[in-house]
């Protein structure tokens, strides 16, 4: 009965190494195990134990590298696929699969639990303990790095009976409700499988795995090989985590051909620096692209690269057709110039812009320093707050902080528009009552003329009744004088003549008495006129009051719309504060958990507590 393949476990360091794992005394693993693997079986246990004293770790890898190489000459090839049993892992469906190795979701039948099974090709499995060492040196490049943006090793090893070496990581999913009510356990994504469509979610996703990155470099791993199909996200809390640290430690990969796409990693062949370089062509920085020496610096170009893929949809460099292997074509794009501006290709914010280009500058110098520093300008453009692209742009600040508080600068102008409607109305009334009272004062005035008119004429009208009573006195002396004249004939001419005189005399008293009375009629005439008008211009006045009465109205309700509005703002300002208070409450919860989290490193390290092999 054929034995069931399990696993090699071997102990991985969890610090920074450098890339050939070697002590502080210079002992290396390869060096080591060349050594032991040239002598015979007989004498090889007894020259590890002298070789690698006082270094158990060193011993355990160079012990599973010389068993691995045993298996690789005794051991019998395993198939894998679906419900293939590796050890006590169970394959239930591949995630994916790259250049040397193919990654599966795998069911954990010790601790039933799934987990993600990375298992080198079988190509890659004749070459014995240099695959299995290729397999461990990359996992212990990912297991020094300790972040929340960055796909956690568990172990690493080769399966005993012909198995392939693997790396076992985090499975990155997360469980989700099914549509029956059920939980269901749900895959997440890489972000070049993910739909990612809202600017500021891929800016947030890239800001992350920026993060990520940092906390590599801080434990002195460059990754070396970042692009969408490396970064990966969750499928509910849609985060990013930075998976296969494949380019971390020397690896070989297959060389491009007319069929590898340019968003591959491939090994391309020089005549210098150290030979070859490897990578992916569309989204190496351009000294890398060179052969130059690794360095921070390519990792942030490559971080740049891939928000500016997610931003258009594509890769910043498409192979032209030029040359009959698209990899090769794409890397003499690299190496030639920038890619073409990102907005000739799609519509982006000035600002994003901006901080794209500076994270793909040509020279490393001219790149942000670290990828924090990328991350940080990153969540301050999704904060809208001013960045280290932005400069001393003077209006870019106070359009900043509309953005920043809409709420508040929404309630402050309908305050502000509030009040000046409510002043604009005071004014209008203001003027209004002035035109009043200027119009009442005219109608007095007039009032006043017609008074005095009215006066005159019946001072007139008396005038005439006097001079009309006169008259009738007089014609009564004359009738008098007649009667005299009659009775005397001796006087008649003089009573003749005094009669014709009085007579004309009477009659231009009569003729002044009717002078009188028509110009009494005709003042009384203007002064009924007079009243008329007064009376119209009284009626306007009062039409025109009632008016000015509905505007105070009108300005009373402003008032009491102002005063809701102000109160609705000062609400709005209240909420604004408090959700401020929560912020800082939770701010200083996280912080004291990175204290404990701190404290319980340090105490730790001070145990001086060893891997076990």
Same mark, same amino acid.
């Given at each position: 009965?054929?034995r069931r393949?399990?696993?090699t476990?071997?102990?991985?360091?969890?610090?920074?190494?450098?890339?050939r794992?070697?002590t502080s005394?210079g002992?290396y693993?390869?060096?080591?195990?060349?050594?032991i693997a040239?002598?015979?079986?007989?004498?090889?246990?007894e020259?590890?134990?002298?070789r690698?004293a006082g270094?158990? @770790?060193i011993?355990?890898e160079?012990r599973?590298?010389?068993?691995a190489e045993?298996e690789?000459?005794?051991?019998e090839?395993v198939?894998?696929?679906?419900g293939?049993v590796?050890g006590?892992?169970?394959?239930e469906?591949?995630?994916?699969?790259?250049?040397?190795?193919?990654?599966w979701?795998?069911?954990d039948?010790q601790?039933t639990?799934?987990t993600?099974?990375?298992?080198l090709?079988?190509?890659r499995?004749?070459?014995g303990a240099a695959a299995l060492?290729?397999?461990l040196?990359?996992?212990r490049?990912a @297991?020094?790095?300790?972040?929340d943006?960055?796909?956690r090793i568990?172990?690493?090893?080769r399966?005993?009976?012909?198995?392939? $070496?693997?790396?076992e990581m985090?499975l990155c999913?997360?469980?989700?409700p099914g549509p029956?009510g059920?939980?269901?356990?749900?895959t997440?994504?890489?972000?070049a499988?993910a739909?990612?469509v809202?600017?500021?979610?891929i800016v947030?996703?890239?800001?992350?795995?920026a993060r990520?990155?940092e906390?590599a470099?801080?434990?002195g791993?460059?990754?070396?090989?970042?692009?969408?199909g490396?970064i990966l996200?969750t499928?509910? @809390?849609?985060?990013?985590?930075?998976t296969?640290?494949?380019l971390?430690a020397d690896?070989?990969?297959?060389?491009p051909?007319?069929s590898?796409p340019?968003?591959?990693t491939?090994?391309?062949?020089?005549?210098?620096r150290?030979?070859?370089i490897v990578g992916?062509?569309?989204?190496?920085a351009p000294?890398?692209a060179?052969?130059?020496?690794?360095?921070r610096a390519?990792?942030?170009y490559a971080?740049?690269?891939t928000?500016?893929?997610?931003?258009?949809?594509e890769a910043?460099?498409?192979a032209?057709?030029k040359?009959?292997?698209p990899?090769?074509?794409?890397l003499?794009?690299v190496r030639k110039g920038?890619?073409?501006p990102?907005r000739s290709?799609?519509?982006?914010?000035?600002?994003?812009?901006?901080?794209?280009?500076?994270?793909m500058a040509?020279?490393p110098?001219?790149?942000?320093?670290?990828?924090a520093?990328?991350a940080?300008?990153?969540?301050?453009?999704r904060?809208?707050?001013?960045?280290?692209?932005d400069g001393?742009?003077?209006?870019?600040?106070?359009a900043?902080?509309?953005?920043?508080h809409?709420?508040?600068?929404g309630?402050?102008?309908?305050?502000?528009?509030?009040?000046l409607?409510?002043?604009?109305?005071?004014?209008w009334l203001?003027?209004?009552r002035?035109?009043l009272?200027?119009a009442i004062g005219e109608e007095r005035e007039?009032l006043e003329?017609?008074?005095?008119a009215?006066?005159?004429?019946?001072?007139?009208?008396d005038?005439a009744?006097?001079?009309r009573?006169?008259?009738?006195?007089d014609?009564a002396?004359?009738?008098?004088a007649?009667e005299?004249?009659?009775?005397?004939e001796s006087?008649?001419e003089a009573?003749s003549r005094e009669?014709?005189a009085?007579?004309k005399?009477?009659e231009s008293?009569?003729g002044?008495?009717e002078?009188?009375?028509?110009?009494a009629e005709?003042?009384a005439?203007?002064s009924?006129?007079e009243?008329?008008v007064?009376v119209?211009?009284?009626?306007?006045a009062m039409?025109?009051?009632?008016?000015s009465?509905?505007?105070?109205?009108?300005?009373?309700?402003a008032?009491a719309e102002?005063?809701?509005?102000?109160r609705e703002?000062?609400?709005?300002l209240?909420s604004?504060?408090?959700?401020?208070v929560e $912020?800082?409450?939770r701010?200083?919860d996280?912080?004291?958990e990175?204290a404990?989290t701190?404290?319980?490193?340090?105490a730790?390290l001070s145990?001086?507590?060893?891997?076990?092999p």
């Open positions: 009965m054929r393949p399990y696993p476990l071997v102990s991985l360091p969890t610090g920074p190494l450098p890339d794992s070697a005394s002992l693993v390869d060096e080591v195990f060349a050594e040239s002598l015979p079986p007989e004498e090889r246990e020259a590890l134990a002298e690698c270094y158990p @770790s011993e355990a160079v599973a590298l010389l068993h045993d690789d000459t005794d051991g090839a198939a894998i696929g679906r293939a590796l006590r892992y169970r394959l469906e591949p995630l994916g699969a790259g250049a040397t190795a193919s990654v979701k795998a069911w039948t601790l639990s799934y993600a099974l990375k298992l090709h079988a190509d499995q004749a070459e060492d290729a397999v040196r990359e996992a490049a @297991s020094g790095v300790i972040s943006h960055v796909v568990k172990t690493a090893g399966f005993e009976g012909g198995g392939p $070496a693997f790396v985090e999913a997360e469980y989700a029956d059920v939980e269901v356990l749900e997440g994504r890489t972000l499988d739909e990612l809202e600017v500021d979610e947030r996703v890239m800001a992350e795995a990520g990155v906390s470099h801080r434990a791993v460059l990754h070396r090989d970042l692009k969408p490396n996200l499928p509910q @809390s849609r985060r990013a985590k930075v296969d640290f494949g971390a690896q070989v990969f297959p060389a051909t007319e590898t340019p968003t591959a491939v090994t391309v062949l020089l005549e210098a150290d030979g070859r992916t062509p569309a989204f190496m000294e890398q060179l052969g130059h020496p690794p360095t390519v990792d942030v971080l740049g690269a928000l500016y893929s997610l931003l258009v949809g910043p460099y498409i032209s057709g040359h009959a292997i990899a090769l074509d794409v003499a794009q920038p890619p073409p990102l290709r799609t519509h982006v914010p000035k600002r994003l812009e901006r901080i794209v280009a500076k994270a040509r020279s110098r001219d790149r942000y320093r670290t990828a520093d990328l940080r300008d990153l969540e301050l453009w904060a809208n707050h001013v960045t280290s692209v001393r742009a003077p209006l870019v600040r106070p900043l902080f509309v953005l920043r809409r709420a508040l600068v309630a402050t102008s309908t305050l502000l528009t509030a009040l409607v409510f002043a604009l109305a005071v004014a203001d003027l209004t002035r035109s009272e200027h007039r003329l017609a008074q005095s009215t006066t005159e004429a019946e001072h007139l009208r005038v009744e006097e001079e009573a006169s008259a009738a006195a014609a002396a004359a009738r008098e007649r005299r004249a009659l009775a005397g006087q008649a009573r009669e014709i009085l007579r005399a009477a008293a009569r002044a008495a002078a009188s009375r028509d110009a005709a003042a005439e203007a009924r006129t009243r008329d007064a119209g211009e009284r009626e306007r039409a025109e009051a009632r008016v009465r509905e505007s105070a109205r009108t300005a009373e309700q008032r102002e005063a809701t509005a102000r703002a000062e609400d709005e209240r604004v504060r408090m959700d401020l $912020a800082e409450g701010a200083a996280l912080q004291a990175l404990r701190r404290a319980a490193l340090d730790a145990a001086g507590l060893e891997p076990t």
